[in-house]
């Protein structure tokens, strides 16, 4: 029992919602009330209505009197049942039809939900797709600032890098070219750049310093004074630097084409360097051009041995050699042009033994051996033009047993007076060998046992000193 005091809570009458979704959402709602209370709602409608016209009849029939009967006949109380029956048939009718206009409303309702599912599902796509377009300008925006602090850095390595090359210490120098070097390997858009500012230092005005070990400084009364220690050792770490640039730049053209490091097909200017050592043994010079026009090299070991000059075009235009050893043995001049326009051979040793010359052009026009010693030792010469001299006063020039196979060998213009010019058991097989304009006035050459598969070429040469075992056309 509760008390007086007890105040009453009011409980909410039990409902069902069907549909309900908050205020303002696009989402499609579907109202209805429960089934129970819209039966119950549709049957009161139903007798109310039935119940109207019912009573609409007696009004209109002027509210008629009814008899009564003591006794209820058979028809009577089958009319009545037929009249129940009628009216529950109609409730039921009625339940049906609220039945099935609920089921209609929501078979439409889901329809709706699908087609407001399909347009949620493209929005999410669109969504999707603004959002992959911000995510790839967001990538783009920030490969861009990447790569704009990449170039930044990179150019910060190299304006420290060209700062120590220009130091007056040679250890920082030294330090510059390393640094130099690592940055061509990592900015490959900088690459040349880096090249370019490497041989510029090799192009620079160089002295040898003296070979000799404990030179002093002293002068002589008819000669400028000798330089100092200082300056002596000051040259000496010169030398070092400009050794290391050398090699450095035959180790990275001796690496495989592919490799991410490797110069080849880079240009390579050296016109005008002094050389008086360095290491390109193995450098693959293809593509792109190398130059030593005018490059001097007067002392120390310069190898190119076993390097390949393949395509591009390599240039030892006015080229000194007068001194030292230069080494071309094992080389391989195929395809391009390989040049020694003008070169002088005037002292030390230059060596093309086992060289193979394949396409392309290897010209020594105009070239002067006048000193030294120059050794063509198992020359291969196969396609394209061989060689091309001139020589005016050899000390010594040795072919020994050269085989050159196809192609022409061409010494058109060359001058054999002075030294010694052996053409010793060389075998000239295939193609033609040319002798045109060709002076034979002093010294000694010999072609003892030499072999030609097809008869050399004269052509107004001057012959005061025939060579030993050529037997010359007769005019």
């Known amino acids: 029992?509760?008390?007086?005091?007890?105040?009453?809570?009011?409980?909410?009458?039990?409902?069902?919602?069907?549909?309900?979704?908050?205020?303002?959402?696009?989402?499609?709602?579907?109202?209805?009330?429960?089934?129970?209370?819209?039966?119950?709602?549709?049957?009161?409608?139903?007798?109310?209505?039935?119940?109207?016209?019912?009573?609409?009849?007696?009004?209109?029939?002027?509210?008629?009197?009814?008899?009564?009967?003591?006794?209820?006949?058979?028809?009577?109380?089958?009319?009545?049942?037929?009249?129940?029956?009628?009216?529950?048939?109609?409730?039921?009718g009625v339940a049906a039809l609220v039945v099935a206009y609920r089921r209609q409303r929501v078979a439409e309702h889901t329809n709706a939900l699908a087609e407001f599912a399909h347009q949620l599902a493209h929005a999410?796509?669109?969504?999707?797709?603004?959002?992959?377009?911000?995510?790839?300008?967001?990538?783009?925006?920030?490969?861009?600032?990447?790569?704009?602090?990449?170039?930044?850095?990179?150019?910060?390595?190299?304006?420290?890098?060209?700062?120590?090359?220009?130091?007056?210490?040679?250890?920082?120098?030294?330090?510059?070219?390393?640094?130099?070097?690592?940055?061509?390997?990592?900015?490959?858009?900088?690459?040349?750049?880096c090249i370019d500012v490497l041989c510029a230092y090799i192009r620079m005005p160089y002295t040898p310093p003296p070979d000799a070990p404990g030179e002093t400084a002293e002068q002589d009364e008819d000669q400028a004074p000798v330089r100092d220690a200082d300056d002596v050792r000051a040259a000496r770490e010169e030398r070092e630097v400009r050794h290391t640039v050398i090699r450095l730049v035959g180790r990275h053209l001796s690496l495989a084409e592919d490799d991410a490091a490797s110069w080849c097909g880079y240009d390579f200017d050296f016109t005008g360097a002094v050389f008086d050592g360095g290491d390109l043994s193995g450098a693959n010079f293809s593509g792109g051009g190398v130059y030593f026009d005018g490059a001097t090299f007067i002392g120390g070991d310069v190898s190119f041995g076993g390097a390949s000059f393949s395509g591009g075009k390599v240039s030892f235009v006015g080229a000194s050699f007068s001194g030292g050893k230069v080494s071309f043995s094992g080389a391989s001049f195929s395809g391009g042009q390989v040049s020694f326009f003008g070169a002088s051979f005037i002292g030390g040793e230059v060596f093309f033994g086992l060289t193979s010359f394949s396409g392309g052009e290897v010209l020594f026009d105009r070239a002067t051996f006048s000193g030294g010693k120059v050794f063509f030792d198992r020359v291969t010469a196969s396609g394209g033009k061989a060689v091309h001299v001139t020589w005016p006063k050899g000390e010594q020039v040795t072919f020994v047993q050269p085989a050159s196979s196809d192609g022409s060998v061409i010494f058109s213009g060359a001058r054999f007076s002075g030294g010694v010019v052996s053409f010793e058991r060389t075998t000239f097989s295939g193609g033609e060998v040319f002798f045109n304009y060709v002076t034979f006035c002093g010294g000694r050459v010999s072609f003892r046992t030499a072999r030609f598969q097809v008869p050399p070429r004269f052509d107004d040469g001057l012959m005061e000193d025939p060579p030993d075992g050529l037997t010359l056309p007769e005019k």
């Open 1 to 92: 029992m509760e008390s007086p005091e007890s105040p009453r809570v009011a409980r909410p009458e039990p409902h069902v919602t069907v549909g309900s979704v908050p205020a303002g959402s696009p989402v499609p709602e579907l109202r209805l009330w429960g089934i129970r209370r819209s039966i119950a709602l549709a049957v009161v409608a139903a007798l109310l209505l039935v119940g109207g016209l019912v009573v609409a009849a007696f009004w209109y029939a002027a509210w008629p009197g009814f008899e009564r009967d003591e006794t209820v006949t058979v028809a009577t109380l089958f009319d009545l049942l037929k009249l129940v029956f009628a009216v529950v048939a109609g409730i039921g």
């Open 124 to 193: 999410a796509d669109l969504r999707a797709e603004v959002s992959k377009a911000l995510a790839e300008a967001a990538d783009e925006r920030a490969k861009v600032e990447s790569d704009r602090n990449g170039v930044r850095l990179f150019n910060e390595r190299f304006a420290k890098a060209s700062e120590q090359l220009g130091s007056e210490k040679g250890a920082v120098r030294l330090a510059g070219v390393y640094a130099l070097a690592g940055l061509a390997d990592d900015w490959r858009e900088g690459r040349q750049t």
